[in-house]
């Protein structure tokens, strides 16, 4: 097995290296170090520790030569200067000498043309157990003669010092495009080793291998027709794309590629809160020997998870390996998609069930990134609330919206087949507290439609305000619903806050609208005059 030269530094002044371990002896090894306990089902429990979830305020990437001009530099990339990434890539490797350190070899990206190879250093068993379970596991063959490409540091009992490091608090994630590396300090949530790869790859992918890489899932039918479902969270894409009749490629994160779409992760990280068999019968089976939950409570005097106890984070997760799950695909690959589509759960109740973009709305759209939340679900929320993310993860974009948005146009455009679907699965007749939310069957009758080519032959109408294209038919859904002004008691109602969501829209899409082409900018929405 071939090593990152960092690596090599490392295992030779470790107290003890454990290279490659199985989950079973990194389970043995988080036993015996106090990570975790097992629970009744056989998985590991852990903690991790002062953060459950990701902090974005402290990513930074290392600002060079290489990513000066190109990196889109803001809220979402901060910028490190080298010396600063330096020095403190320095400090944590001196605080690794003498200690217990776990290292994994794996890869990214499931079409082989695209591998990403990837060596991760963790301070704790339970984190490589999150390596494994989540990135792509290479064959004995490959660990011989691969060369890790990419190299994650992950020590979260490193504490920066900010005043000296460059660092806003104690804890960070460092990303070196020149370097290769991801320095996560401070933080044992496993998240940042997840999104660290992702950022990376939404750099490498499309600037430099002409590949649109996406925050989303994707299934496959049985004519091999690829299927991508794109929502923030809430929005049903987890359900939705559970399809008993479609294989899974993948839940979360995917490449575009000339002639393929493809997984980039060997796993999935799902939420727990609330889980149940009868809501996610598939998660709920994954959940067994091998897998990794995190931050979770148990009923009193058993190792029983209480997946109703948010008591540390409602962030509970488990990280498992794909083929926990049923009905995959193998490999998680699939042709270019037929269908794409934008899941939102409007809960100001204006925009279709259904309806079909062009590729200039779908790029708008695809920018926008829109779901709502609803009122009630935070204090002080009386009414709903717009939530944009840009491209469905502005996180985790190290390039300025427009190149994925444009990037998406394009293939749209070369591949005029390609359908393009916005779907409510929010609420209809009103807005939340007096419409009622879209009936799941509804919603799975419209996108099995849309799979099935049943729209092709259907007369479609235009939005108003939003100028999309919607439906006057489908098979098991009442023709009613499919126009959202005619489910409205009062018809100028409906046109005063689709007015307003629109305005809502616009104003969002002013941060973005330097970087983007008019053809982009004439798919925004157009609030109508009113009586």
């Given at each position: 097995m071939k090593h990152h030269v960092l690596v090599e530094q490392i295992i030779s002044k470790a107290g003890a290296a454990h290279i490659q371990l199985t989950v079973e002896q990194l389970i043995e090894k988080a036993l015996l170090n106090n990570e975790g306990q097992i629970t009744d089902n056989g998985a590991f429990a852990a903690d991790t520790g002062e953060f459950t979830g990701r902090s974005p305020k402290d990513k930074f990437v290392v600002v060079d030569a290489e990513t000066k001009d190109v990196v889109?530099?803001?809220?979402?990339?901060?910028?490190?200067?080298?010396?600063?990434?330096?020095?403190l890539l320095s400090k944590v490797l001196a605080h690794l000498q003498n200690r217990e350190v776990f290292i994994r070899q794996s890869y990214a990206c499931a079409d082989a043309e695209y591998r990403l190879n990837i060596e991760v250093v963790t301070e704790t068993a339970?984190?490589?157990?999150?390596?494994?379970?989540?990135?792509?596991?290479?064959?004995?063959?490959?660990?011989?003669?691969?060369?890790?490409?990419?190299?994650?540091?992950?020590?979260?009992?490193?504490?920066?010092?900010?005043?000296?490091?460059?660092?806003?608090?104690?804890?960070?994630?460092?990303?070196?495009?020149?370097?290769?590396?991801?320095?996560?300090?401070g933080s044992g949530y496993t998240g940042e080793i997840k999104k660290g790869i992702f950022t990376v790859l939404n750099y490498v992918l499309p600037h430099q291998k002409q590949v649109l890489s996406m925050h989303c899932s994707a299934n496959i039918g049985v004519q091999n027709d690829t299927a991508i479902f794109f929502g923030l969270s809430g929005t049903g894409k987890t359900t939705l794309s559970a399809d008993p009749n479609r294989k899974l490629i993948g839940d979360d994160e995917h490449g575009w590629a000339n002639h393929s779409v493809f997984n980039f992760e060997g796993g999935c990280y799902a939420k727990c809160v609330d889980l149940s068999q009868e809501k996610e019968p598939q998660i709920w089976s994954a959940i067994k020997n091998g897998a990794l939950v995190e931050n979770v409570r148990f009923f009193p005097g058993t190792n029983k998870v209480d997946y109703t106890d948010i008591s540390v984070t409602e962030n509970?997760?488990?990280?498992?390996?794909?083929?926990?799950?049923?009905?995959?695909?193998?490999?998680?690959?699939?042709?270019?998609?037929e269908n794409i589509f934008f899941l939102t759960a409007d809960a100001f109740g204006v925009l279709p069930p259904i309806s079909k973009l062009t590729p200039n709305q779908a790029m708008y759209h695809f920018i926008s990134g829109y779901t709502a939340k609803v009122a009630g679900t935070e204090a002080?929320?009386?009414?709903?609330?717009?939530?944009?993310?840009?491209?469905?993860?502005?996180?985790?974009?190290?390039?300025?919206?427009?190149?994925?948005?444009?990037?998406?146009?394009?293939?749209?455009?070369?591949?005029?087949?390609?359908?393009?679907?916005?779907?409510?699965?929010?609420?209809?007749?009103?807005?939340?507290?007096?419409?009622?939310?879209?009936?799941?069957?509804?919603?799975?009758?419209?996108?099995?439609?849309?799979?099935?080519?049943?729209?092709?032959?259907i007369d479609f109408i235009t939005h108003s305000v939003f100028g999309i294209a919607m439906p006057q038919s489908c098979p098991d859904v009442p023709s009613e619903l499919l126009n959202p002004r005619n489910t409205w008691a009062d018809e100028t109602e409906y046109d005063g806050t689709a007015n307003h969501l629109a305005e809502l829209f616009n104003a969002n899409f002013k941060q973005y609208a330097d970087g983007c082409s008019q053809e982009i900018l004439s798919a925004a929405p157009k609030a109508q005059a009113t009586a």
């Open positions: 889109w530099w803001g809220d979402v990339n901060n910028k490190i200067e080298t010396e600063q990434f330096d020095a339970y984190q490589n157990i999150f390596a494994n379970n989540l990135f792509l596991r290479p064959t004995r063959d490959e660990l011989d003669s691969q060369s890790p490409e990419w190299l994650i540091i992950a020590a979260p009992s490193f504490l920066a010092n900010p005043l000296l490091d460059g660092t806003r608090k104690h804890n960070f994630t460092m990303i070196d495009f020149t370097k290769k590396i991801i320095l996560i300090g509970t997760r488990v990280a498992y390996p794909i083929d926990f799950i049923d009905n995959i695909a193998c490999p998680s690959v699939g042709q270019i998609p002080g929320v009386t009414e709903p609330q717009a939530t944009f993310s840009a491209c469905f993860g502005k996180a985790f974009l190290p390039l300025h919206p427009a190149k994925y948005a444009e990037m998406l146009g394009r293939k749209l455009i070369s591949n005029p087949n390609i359908k393009v679907w916005l779907v409510n699965t929010g609420w209809s007749g009103g807005a939340y507290g007096v419409g009622s939310r879209m009936k799941l069957a509804y919603t799975r009758a419209m996108i099995t439609a849309a799979l099935e080519h049943k729209f092709d032959n």
